[in-house]
């Protein structure tokens, strides 16, 4: 029998492309996302590789629905041996132009769905003293980016909360690992259902990546376990380059950061949200942007080989940002 695992936000997306790189390994998976009708064709497609496949529609920012689908889990497919939290909401959109309620649903979703998901992983986890726990990041958890105020400050306090706990199960000698997969663009769904305030489409700063290059990441993750996983070199520049100018950064950001998620396309005024109720329709782990994503990978390289990065990212940076302060004149 193969290993048990859970994801959040399982129904489209990244999510979508874990829950197949996992189901085409072999392990049973359970689906947790709040689309059913979405969620099942999700489900009909991994049973395809032979594997269980259990479909729970799952709000993760009800904290009580996704103990009651670990509950399920356990009782139909067994002890969970990894869990996997993708799930995420986000609103495209200055901070000025943002309401308290899309603050407080975004972060319950991106923050705190990642919270319910690694408690409800413990419950059972701990009492076992094995298990496998993967908490998607981003590199918006470290290099902040206008218009996405919401989502990253979900994933900066992400980070917090897995130093916290990381500390904790060393000190109380509890081998559940924990490990946290940081995202370069991905093209995903989201950039056509996420709430949207500006006017134009929005869309991922390029070089974006296919969602099967963090969807092996995240499998590879589960079962070799390390601190952080940074997928795609772009991920290893923002990061980086954070550390050594934040404020050159900041002003970058402010003169390009806007058109660089903005598409020349007007944004249908009418379209759906998904931030307070799931988007209907076939979408899929892919987005819009097929013709532009990338499907080469960074993400075993960055975690084998993590001194070699830091040295061409060093050397990369010092030269990107002489060449940043040029074009801004600093």
């Not at 399982?10 to 996302?33: H, I, K, P």
């Not at 399920?72 to 000025?96: Q, Y």
Request: net charge positive; glycine share 8%; hydrophobic share 45%.
């Amino acid at each position: 029998m193969g290993k048990i695992v859970v994801i959040t936000g399982a129904g489209a997306g990244v999510g979508r492309a874990a829950a197949t790189e996992f189901a085409r390994n072999g392990c049973d998976v359970a689906l947790l996302s709040r689309d059913p009708e979405r969620l099942e064709l999700a489900a009909d497609e991994l049973r395809r590789f032979g594997v269980r496949v259990l479909a729970i529609p799952t709000d993760v920012a009800d904290a009580k629905a996704v103990d009651t689908a670990a509950d399920r889990v356990e009782a139909e497919l067994g002890p969970i041996d990894v869990w996997v939290n993708v799930a995420m909401a986000t609103v495209f959109a200055p901070v000025h132009k943002l309401t308290a309620e899309e603050f407080q649903r975004g972060t319950a979703v991106t923050y705190l769905g990642q919270v319910h998901g690694t408690m409800a992983a413990l419950r059972f986890m701990r009492p076992r003293n094995r298990g496998s726990i993967v908490c998607v990041g981003s590199a918006l958890a470290y290099r902040s980016v206008p218009l996405q105020s919401v989502y990253c400050g979900a994933k900066f306090a992400i980070r917090g909360f897995l130093d916290s706990l990381r500390s904790e199960l060393y000190h109380d000698k509890i081998a559940v690992t924990l490990t946290e997969v940081d995202l370069p663009a991905v093209n995903t769904p989201q950039f056509d259902w996420a709430r949207n305030k500006m006017g134009r489409k929005a869309m991922p700063v390029p070089p974006i990546y296919q969602p099967e290059v963090p969807a092996r990441a995240i499998y590879f993750g589960a079962f070799n376990p390390r601190r952080q996983i940074w997928v795609g070199f772009p991920t290893v520049q923002a990061i980086l380059a954070n550390r050594i100018a934040p404020g050159l950064i900041d002003r970058y950001l402010a003169k390009f950061g806007y058109n660089g998620q903005l598409t020349d396309q007007p944004a249908d005024s009418d379209a759906p949200g998904n931030l307070f109720e799931p988007v209907k329709g076939p979408y899929g782990a892919h987005g819009r942007f097929d013709g532009q994503a990338r499907t080469g990978s960074w993400e075993v390289f960055t975690s084998y080989h993590r001194n070699a990065v830091w040295a061409a990212a060093f050397a990369g940076l010092a030269v990107g940002v002489h060449m940043l302060a040029k074009r801004l004149k600093v």
